[in-house]
């Protein structure tokens, strides 16, 4: 990872979206050629809202053929920001089924959890709560998530757990995830 990429995620991780922006800008300027500030562009701006330009840049940049499974998931996350912006109802629905799948292929191909998670919760909020108990079971035997050591994969079991509606070992390891917060 570049320095300009640290940066943009350490500005991310403090809120501040528009400096991880122009960290991007900048560093691009420069002839940084990294997929990760592209990355770290498109996630500030999704996170500020501004979808339609998250989305332009994403596939300006192509980040969806990324060897990276986070940086080809937020075309995902892309989908399902798209999704909430509709009104209730069954376009809704697809919109977020459509997300889900996009999660899903990432999470398939990669065996990575945070795609696999993001596709779990999606396809219960989609109406497919057989498809996300299902993901959420497969992320909860692997060993990262079973047994976390970060804050990011207990709070990925808490989810899953929340998905299966065990609100006891959900909390249980919301704790855990309480004991991994660190400066993010």
Known sequence: ???????????????????????????????????????????????????????????????????????????????????????????????LATAADAYDAIYVDSGDSYPGINAASLAVLAGQAERGSRIARDLLALPQVSEPADFFMAATRAEAELLLKDADACAASLALAADFVGED
Do not use: C, N
């Open 1 to 95: 990872m570049t320095s300009a990429a640290e940066k943009a995620r350490a500005a991310i991780s403090r809120g501040d979206l528009i400096g991880a922006f122009d960290e991007g800008v900048s560093a691009i300027a420069q002839g940084d050629d990294s997929t990760a500030i592209r990355y770290s562009q498109v996630l500030a701006l999704a996170r500020m809202g501004d979808t339609d330009r998250a989305a332009q840049l994403f596939a300006t940049y192509g980040l969806s053929t990324s060897q990276d499974p986070h940086e080809q998931a937020i075309g995902a996350r892309i989908l399902k920001d798209r999704a909430l912006e509709l009104p209730a109802g069954e376009a809704r629905k697809q919109a």
